[in-house]
């Protein structure tokens, strides 16, 4: 039992690039979350997602794209990568909305 | 077992008023605590508290953390109908293998025009 996996573990992209964050759980978890986490800050929501194919913006969802084909997948996706992107990413699953949610070990992106 | 306790659970004041949330919390390894608002759908950020003692502002929020008595506080002061939500805490917990988010189950709070 893996819970939640994410890669790449750290990436540098250049202004303009585009590329995908990968997480994957296998607890069966119909929600599942991206959240990015600046320096000092707490997690801010960019995206969650209540089941396959269903997907909701969070607070900060400008700059990024998520799809949920399946339960086990929700990959991230930043078109146009600007310096205001660089962070650390965490994706989540839980059962419900609000019960105990499940961190994957976070990818480190700097946008420069 | 890591848990989190939030009183009252629900709250219903008149405009104008100003309101006091409590969060107390038992973690064996403690590195955070977080505020959040919820109105209709996933929560949203309010604050982040590691410092005992230490204040933090937003407008009319503001929050603190006693790492003593175990427990932050979340005030809202000048209330609006805006405020009414559901008020969480939650602490980043280290699980079996990565970090969970531990949440609270909430304070309902009813601003009345």
């Known amino acids: 039992n893996a819970g939640v996996t994410q890669t790449p573990k750290f990436r540098i992209l250049k202004i303009g690039q585009s590329m995908t964050l990968q997480c994957t759980q296998d607890m069966n978890h119909n929600y599942m979350y991206w959240y990015r986490q600046d320096p000092g800050m707490g997690l801010k929501l960019i995206y969650y997602s209540v089941g396959a194919g269903i997907t909701d913006k969070g607070e900060v969802p400008n700059g990024y794209n998520v799809s949920r084909s399946t339960t086990e997948d929700f990959p991230l996706r930043l078109e146009l990568a600007a310096p205001s992107q660089t962070s650390v990413y965490f994706c989540?699953?839980?059962?419900?909305?609000?019960?105990?949610?499940?961190f994957g070990p976070g990818t480190r992106l700097l946008v420069l | 077992e890591d848990k989190v306790v939030q009183s009252p659970l629900s709250l219903v004041v008149h405009e104008g008023d100003t309101v006091t949330l409590n969060c107390s919390y038992e973690?064996?390894?403690?590195?955070?605590l977080l505020w959040y608002k919820q109105e209709k759908k996933a929560p949203t950020f309010l604050f982040m508290l590691?410092?005992s003692g230490i204040e933090k502002k937003s407008g009319r929020l503001s929050s603190i953390l006693d790492k003593k008595e175990l427990f932050s506080i979340l005030n809202i002061t000048a209330t609006q109908t805006g405020d009414s939500a559901i008020y969480l805490c939650a602490f980043p917990s280290r699980g079996d293998s990565n970090y969970q988010l531990i949440w609270g189950a909430g304070t309902k709070l009813i601003i009345k025009p």
């Open positions: 989540a699953s839980s059962y419900a909305l609000r019960e105990t949610q499940y």
């Open positions: 590691t410092s």
């Open positions: 973690v064996t390894n403690f590195r955070s």
